[in-house]
């Protein structure tokens, strides 16, 4: 009998406080973006990792520009034969994601043959099709960056946000058309090596160690951490808090002002980058540097220099072995068939796309439209410049045209403040997936991305049975054994908690986690493959990972020291943190 | 007349499975095949026919399994099979025949430069592995016999084997006359193994005809060929030679020659060759070009049963003794795609339409 967790707690017809959707403000592909409703308990649901804090009204437009239209529009376009993309239910501000299904066989028939013809060019011409995307992703970034809008009136201001959303609504779906190809290509090319008897855990091996713009922050970060310990910071460092952290050296004078002219320049370019994916309620660490400061500061703590050139050879060195040891196992005509995936993925690479593009999209892209949203506020006189963030796409609009005041939205955005933070203390204890848990999912991105592989869906049947558990299993993702104090984080922002040699316990990790991963002794994600984020930057760091654990974050508590063996994919709990338990 | 024995090496190969029965009809013809082959002669289906006459086992046999009809009971087919066989066993071999057969096998022992030489003998009946029918394993076969005597007797086993219960239930099944199956014999030399096995020219799971697997262990087949040891397991690339996998398996038991009792025996493993791996590099190529040469010969993935000789040098050939096409595990693959296919694999593993 299937397993049904209900979605009763979150039926509502409003989105947030005093909006009720009309369905008018925001075009989508198949289905649109909607609160739960009793039949959604059909479908399957996952609670979408990228935003733990939850979202603003204004942030919600991701999901209607990103899931509702971009996914769905480039599932119909490649086409993605059993699926429609991705749509979403709100659970108060949190997101809830399902695959929209096809399922009439002569259709999907149908869809498969299209995907015959525009894959394998997709494929083949990547590299310019890419080249040519991030050209004008760039394009219109500098756009952006060039546009004073100190100087522009109110409605320019207007039509500057409207262009700003027109810019990430396109640049999600450049998004969604390549990711949706090169995860096809290499879910496929991983399911061959099994079949061919490789073993799953070396199959990710194959394709890293290519170098991505991600990384090349990650190591300019280590050039400032070294470059500080020179300069003789590092107690300035120990000595204050991140955010404080600043302020001591601009006080300190001489090399730390040096070194903080040097970090500046450094932020100029590697800093238009927010603390989590495509979220316009966050700030870029040009506007709040503090997550970069303290990146160095644990980095600092750690003592040592991360030696990115012996990490990347080391990386590189284990792929061609891994590589030659599979084919060593494959006939002539297998190694022709495995060649020839190896050499489609090697051209459409994933893994390395999945890191590169989030400097190009995910962690940038939501910014001129805050710039925009930041700039209306100073103009309307609200009393913060996030207060525009919780106005709805049609209140903006009027408000930004004179149609409507400010003032008389003022109380509707405090009251919908507090509906955030409410629902921000709620996250971690919110069911994980609702709704009807199937026999399989086969869009790709829910498989590699979201890590709803069998493995988990089968996890998420069993755990409803069990009280306190010593040994969770999931994807074996990075190897090695290691043990710790577990460190249960819901958000990127709480990296500060974690000390050097302790295991991250987390939903799932993003590029702004990667800094970490020098530090950790092991990471535990309740989501992902072989693929995500955790598991590629666990296997360049050399760091223990195991994936698609299931609900590792409510059964695992801060405090309790695990043993994590990333061959085996088990988490042992060794001992639990005691009346320490803290959960939230 | 036809003959009452035809050597291995002698009989022509187009009439191999007339005279000699599938079995050693088929060993027979892969001379052609160019394979190594062990020395021996058949007991032929001529020599059976003449024993058949001369003793009046048509009346006697058909007299003991008369009334036997299709739906007989077990118990029932049990009882008169019993009596068929004593029939069989109860009658004198001609003189003539006994002679003839002693002779071949003293001529036997002379080309294997021995005395009394350990033989096996099997059974080899006509159309026993035909397409339709598959007797495998229902007739009796004998390792380590050796000297006249016992030469004889084992061939009339091997006779008697012919009524024995399941062989008899089996053509009851099958619709076959019983008079319509004689039986050749086959006396070949027991070679001296070091080790021997089994091999596939295509995988006997998967389908696949890109890879040779081979099973072996120590000692005689036996104990391999019915499932007694878990073997070595290898595989290796048909194309190009390379070996695959190799997988040492713990080898528990061990087919081996019993002096005392002039028979292959099965043993416990002595503990040193447990876990230790059966075949080098140079073997499994010696095993991979006897296999290559049969399936070349058939123009089908083919069974091998093969010994290594325990005086063999390197560069020398492994033993066939014994081989088939196998042609029902080509139906169940599907076709390895030849190059890669994104659309295809994406839609075969991802998308699962």
């Given at each position: 009998m299937a397993t049904v967790i209900p979605v009763d707690e979150f039926i509502s017809d409003e989105w947030y406080p005093g909006f009720k959707p009309g369905y008018t403000h925001a075009p989508w592909y198949v289905d649109p973006v909607q609160t739960f409703r009793k039949e959604d308990e059909e479908n399957f649901w996952f609670l979408d990792f990228h935003w733990p804090r939850g979202l603003t009204p204004m942030g919600l437009i991701w999901n209607e520009d990103g899931y509702n239209w971009a996914s769905q529009l480039a599932a119909e376009q490649m086409p993605l034969p059993p699926g429609r993309g991705i749509t979403c239910r709100l659970g108060g501000t949190h997101t809830y994601g399902s695959a929209l299904p096809v399922n009439d066989p002569r259709e999907i028939g149908q869809r498969a043959r299209r995907l015959e013809h525009s894959l394998p060019p997709f494929l083949q011409n990547f590299d310019t099709i890419w080249g040519q995307m991030r050209e004008e992703v760039n394009e219109s970034w500098d756009y952006f960056r060039g546009v004073d809008l100190s100087k522009l009136s109110l409605e320019d201001l207007r039509e500057n946000l409207i262009q700003a959303r027109q810019y990430h609504k396109r640049a999600f779906e450049i998004h969604f058309q390549v990711m949706y190809p090169l995860l096809a290509n290499y879910v496929g090319f991983y399911s061959m090596c099994t079949e061919l008897g490789l073993d799953p855990g070396q199959i990710g091996k194959f394709l890293q160690g290519y170098d991505t713009k991600i990384m090349e922050t990650d190591r300019e970060l280590w050039r400032l951490t070294a470059a500080a310990r020179t300069a003789g910071l590092e107690q300035a460092f120990a000595a204050h808090e991140a955010d404080g952290v600043r302020a001591a050296l601009a006080a300190q004078g001489g090399p730390a002002s040096t070194w903080l002219t040097r970090f500046d320049d450094f932020l100029q370019i590697y800093g238009w980058r927010t603390e989590g994916s495509c979220d316009i309620a966050l700030p870029s660490w040009i506007e709040d540097a503090t997550p970069a400061l303290g990146m160095i500061k644990t980095?600092?703590?750690?003592?040592?220099?991360?030696?990115?050139?012996?990490?990347?050879?080391?990386?590189?060195?284990?792929?061609?072995?891994?590589?030659?040891?599979?084919?060593?196992?494959?006939?002539?005509?297998?190694?022709?068939?495995?060649?020839?995936?190896?050499?489609?993925?090697?051209?459409?690479?994933?893994?390395?796309?999945?890191?590169?593009?989030?400097?190009?999209?995910?962690?940038?892209?939501?910014?001129?439209?805050?710039?925009?949203?930041?700039?209306?506020?100073?103009?309307?006189?609200?009393?913060?410049?996030?207060?525009?963030?919780?106005?709805?796409?049609?209140?903006?609009?009027?408000?930004?045209?004179?149609?409507?005041?400010?003032?008389?939205?003022?109380?509707?955005?405090?009251?919908?403040?507090?509906?955030?933070?409410?629902?921000?203390?709620?996250?971690?204890?919110?069911?994980?997936?609702?709704?009807?848990?199937?026999?399989?999912?086969?869009?790709?991105?829910?498989?590699?991305?979201?890590?709803?592989?069998?493995?988990?869906?089968?996890?998420?049947?069993?755990?409803?049975?069990?009280?306190?558990?010593?040994?969770?299993?999931?994807?074996?993702?990075?190897?090695?054994?290691?043990?710790?104090?577990?460190?249960?984080?819901?958000?990127?922002?709480?990296?500060?908690?974690?000390?050097?040699?302790?295991?991250?316990?987390?939903?799932?990790?993003?590029?702004?986690?990667?800094?970490?991963?020098?530090?950790?002794?092991?990471?535990?994600?309740?989501?992902?493959?072989?693929?995500?984020?955790?598991?590629?930057?666990?296997?360049?760091?050399?760091?223990?990972t195991v994936t698609a654990v299931g609900l590792a974050t409510l059964l695992i508590s801060d405090g309790d020291e695990v043993e994590v063996d990333g061959s085996s994919g088990h988490v042992t709990v060794l001992k639990h943190a005691g009346n320490g338990r803290t959960k939230d | 007349?036809?003959?009452?024995?035809?050597?291995?090496?002698?009989?022509?190969?187009?009439?191999?499975?007339?005279?000699?029965?599938?079995?050693?009809?088929?060993?027979?013809?892969?001379?052609?095949?160019?394979?190594?082959?062990?020395?021996?002669?058949?007991?032929?289906?001529?020599?059976?026919?003449?024993?058949?006459?001369?003793?009046?086992?048509?009346?006697?046999?058909?007299?003991?399994?008369?009334?036997?009809?299709?739906?007989?009971?077990?118990?029932?087919?049990?009882?008169?099979?019993?009596?068929?066989?004593?029939?069989?066993?109860?009658?004198?071999?001609?003189?003539?025949?006994?002679?003839?057969?002693?002779?071949?096998?003293?001529?036997?022992?002379?080309?294997?430069?021995d005395i009394n030489v350990p033989t096996a003998v099997r059974s080899s009946a006509v159309g026993e592995d035909s397409g339709t029918a598959s007797f495998a394993g229902i007739f009796d076969s004998y390792l380590g016999v050796s000297g006249p005597d016992r030469v004889l007797e084992a061939v009339r086993q091997c006779w008697a084997s012919l009524f024995n219960a399941r062989a008899v239930a089996y053509r009851l099944r099958s619709g076959l006359d019983h008079r319509d199956m004689p039986m050749a014999v086959g006396v070949i030399e027991l070679i001296n193994a070091r080790a021997s096995g089994v091999a596939f020219s295509a995988h006997p799971v998967t389908g696949k005809t890109d890879r040779i697997v081979i099973e072996t262990s120590w000692g005689w087949g036996e104990a391999v060929v019915q499932g007694l040891v878990t073997p070595d397991h290898v595989e290796v690339g048909k194309a190009d030679g390379r070996i695959l996998d190799y997988q040492v398996a713990a080898k528990k038991v061990v087919s081996n020659f019993d002096y005392a009792v002039g028979r292959v025996i099965e043993t416990a493993m002595p503990a040193r060759l447990v876990d230790r791996r059966v075949l080098d590099d140079e073997q499994i190529a010696a095993v991979v070009d006897a296999v290559r040469a049969v399936e070349r010969y058939y123009g089908y993935p083919v069974d091998v049963e093969w010994v290594l000789d325990r005086h063999r040098r390197e560069g020398e050939p492994v033993c066939v003794v014994q081989a088939r096409p196998v042609t029902v595990v080509n139906a169940a693959a599907e076709p390895t795609p030849t190059e890669w296919n994104p659309a295809a694999m994406a839609t075969k593993y991802v998308f699962k339409t």
């Open positions: 980095f600092l703590q750690k003592g040592t220099d991360h030696d990115f050139a012996a990490a990347r050879a080391a990386a590189v060195e284990e792929r061609e072995a891994a590589v030659d040891a599979a084919r060593s196992k494959l006939t002539l005509d297998e190694q022709r068939l495995f060649d020839g995936g190896l050499a489609s993925c090697r051209a459409a690479n994933f893994p390395w796309w999945q890191d590169d593009h989030n400097y190009y999209i995910d962690l940038r892209i939501s910014l001129p439209m805050r710039w925009a949203c930041h700039a209306i506020a100073d103009r309307v006189g609200a009393g913060h410049p996030d207060d525009t963030l919780y106005l709805f796409w049609e209140e903006i609009m009027d408000v930004s045209s004179g149609r409507r005041p400010f003032a008389g939205l003022r109380d509707l955005v405090e009251e919908r403040k507090q509906y955030f933070d409410y629902w921000l203390q709620r996250r971690p204890s919110m069911p994980k997936v609702v709704g009807t848990v199937p026999e399989s999912v086969n869009d790709p991105i829910l498989i590699e991305i979201f890590g709803l592989n069998s493995h988990f869906l089968r996890a998420v049947e069993a755990v409803g049975s069990e009280g306190t558990v010593k040994t969770l299993t999931g994807v074996p993702a990075s190897k090695g054994i290691g043990r710790g104090i577990a460190r249960v984080l819901h958000n990127a922002d709480e990296l500060h908690r974690l000390s050097p040699g302790e295991v991250l316990v987390c939903e799932s990790t993003s590029p702004n986690w990667t800094p970490a991963f020098a530090k950790i002794a092991a990471c535990v994600c309740d989501g992902g493959g072989t693929l995500s984020h955790a598991a590629i930057v666990g296997r360049e760091y050399g760091v223990p | 007349m036809p003959d009452a024995i035809a050597w291995v090496d002698a009989i022509a190969p187009e009439q191999a499975v007339g005279v000699c029965g599938a079995k050693m009809g088929r060993l027979a013809e892969l001379r052609r095949a160019g394979v190594s082959l062990p020395k021996g002669f058949t007991v032929t289906v001529e020599a059976y026919r003449r024993h058949w006459a001369q003793a009046g086992l048509s009346e006697a046999v058909g007299a003991a399994l008369a009334g036997l009809g299709p739906a007989a009971g077990s118990a029932e087919i049990e009882a008169a099979a019993r009596a068929a066989q004593a029939e069989l066993t109860s009658r004198e071999m001609s003189a003539e025949l006994a002679g003839l057969i002693g002779e071949a096998y003293e001529e036997l022992s002379s080309r294997c430069f």
